[in-house]
Structure formats: structure tokens, C-alpha cells
């Protein structure tokens, strides 16, 4: 079982910017397809954004342009800039880490709250 810890949550304005980070517990990524995924209060969790171990990335529609997933294999870590935040990406923010085999590994979750 991969632990994933991620950080960088926060409380942000409306055209604001956060990066957040998931750290795995053990030297495992490099192999993994990792991803970020959010759900809001009284939504379904959906996807965000996914970078494969070659660093081939995939968006969701609503997030092209404004975020961006990128990896660091030395340093375990996944990553997920977030810029021009709207109210809407308000959510818990979940980090994933799936293996060849296609067992997955989830973060507790992150709040990113978007509000004036």
C-alpha cells in the first residue's frame, strides 16, 4: 500500500492561484499514472487532470488552461498548479496513484476553497 500525502490547500480569492502537492511514501511513482481528482459538497467525484509516467498529460475540459499536473520522480511528487481559480473549484482535492496493475492509492484529500 503507496501513502500519499498532499498538501497546499487553501482558502483563495477568485482569480487566485494554488499549487498543490502529493508525495508518495515510497519510490514507486515513476512507474505509476498519477492524477488528481476533486469532488464538491453534494457532487460525485470527477476527474481533473492525469500525467502517465512518460509525462503524457490528459485535462478535464473545465481545467485546459488553467491547470497544470506535472511530476517530479526523484522527489515522489505529483503536482497540480491551479491558476485564474474560479468559485467553482471549490472541492476537495484528491491525488491518485495507480499502478501497472491497476490497483489505486488515494491522498486523504486537500480543501481548495474559492471565495471573495
Known amino acids: 500500500q503507496v501513502q500519499l500525502v498532499e498538501s497546499g490547500g487553501g482558502s483563495v480569492q477568485p482569480g487566485g492561484s494554488l499549487r498543490l502537492s502529493c508525495t508518495a511514501s515510497?519510490?514507486?511513482?515513476?512507474?505509476?499514472?498519477l492524477a488528481w481528482y476533486r469532488q464538491a459538497p453534494g457532487k460525485q467525484r470527477e476527474l481533473v487532470a492525469t500525467?502517465?509516467?512518460?509525462?503524457?498529460?490528459n485535462y478535464a475540459d473545465s481545467m485546459k488552461g488553467r491547470f497544470t499536473i506535472s511530476r517530479n520522480n526523484a522527489k515522489n511528487t505529483v503536482y497540480l498548479q491551479m491558476n485564474s481559480l474560479k468559485p467553482e473549484d471549490t472541492a476537495v482535492y484528491y491525488c491518485?496513484?495507480?499502478?501497472?496493475?491497476?490497483?489505486?492509492?488515494w491522498g486523504q484529500g486537500t480543501q481548495v476553497t474559492v471565495s471573495s
Open positions: 491518485n496513484a495507480r499502478s501497472p496493475t491497476g490497483a489505486n492509492n
Open positions: 515510497a519510490r514507486i511513482l515513476v512507474i505509476y499514472t
Open positions: 500525467i502517465t509516467n512518460d509525462g503524457s498529460t
